[in-house]
C-alpha cells in the first residue's frame, strides 16, 4: 500500500486547506482511514478517521466541528477539509491505513503511512 498526501500549505489563520491522500491498491474501501499530524517537539496525534463499512467518523475534540474527513472509493482518495484554521494547527499531516478491517477510531491500529503534507497556519 502506499499513500501520497497533497494540499499543504501556508495559511492564515481563519481559512480553510483540503488535504488529499491517494491510495494505491483497494484497501481504502475496505479498511480505516485516518489522518494525523505531528508539530514540532510534540508527539503524533489522531485528527479524523473514517470506517467505509459504516460511514463512522471519528474526531479529535480540537477539531471537531473545523475539520471533515471524506473518501472517493472511485478515485482511492481519502480527504480532510479543514476550515477556520488556528496557528495550533500547524503540523505534518499524515494519512494512514488501519491494519484490521473493522476496526477503526483515533486509537485504532494503522499499518500504512504517507510522507506527510506540511500545513502552516499563521
Known amino acids: 500500500v502506499q499513500l501520497v498526501e497533497s494540499g499543504g500549505g501556508s495559511v492564515q489563520a481563519g481559512g480553510s486547506l483540503r488535504l488529499s491522500c491517494e491510495a494505491s491498491?483497494?484497501?481504502?474501501?475496505?479498511?480505516?482511514m485516518g489522518w494525523f499530524r505531528q508539530a514540532p517537539g510534540k508527539e503524533r496525534e489522531g485528527v479524523a478517521a473514517?470506517?467505509?463499512?459504516?460511514?463512522?467518523?471519528y474526531y479529535a475534540v480540537s477539531v471537531k466541528g473545523r475539520f471533515a474527513i471524506s473518501q472517493d472509493n472511485a478515485k482511492k482518495m481519502l480527504y480532510l477539509q479543514m476550515n477556520s484554521l488556528k496557528p495550533e494547527d500547524t503540523a505534518m499531516y499524515y494519512c494512514?491505513?488501519?491494519?484490521?478491517?473493522?476496526?477503526?477510531?483515533?486509537?485504532?491500529?494503522?499499518?500504512?503511512w504517507g510522507q506527510g503534507t506540511q500545513v502552516t497556519v499563521s
Open positions: 491498491g483497494d484497501t481504502i474501501s475496505r479498511y480505516c
Open positions: 494512514a491505513v488501519g491494519r484490521f478491517s473493522g476496526q477503526c477510531g483515533l486509537r485504532a491500529d494503522f499499518a500504512h
Open positions: 473514517f470506517l467505509p463499512s459504516d460511514g463512522s467518523t
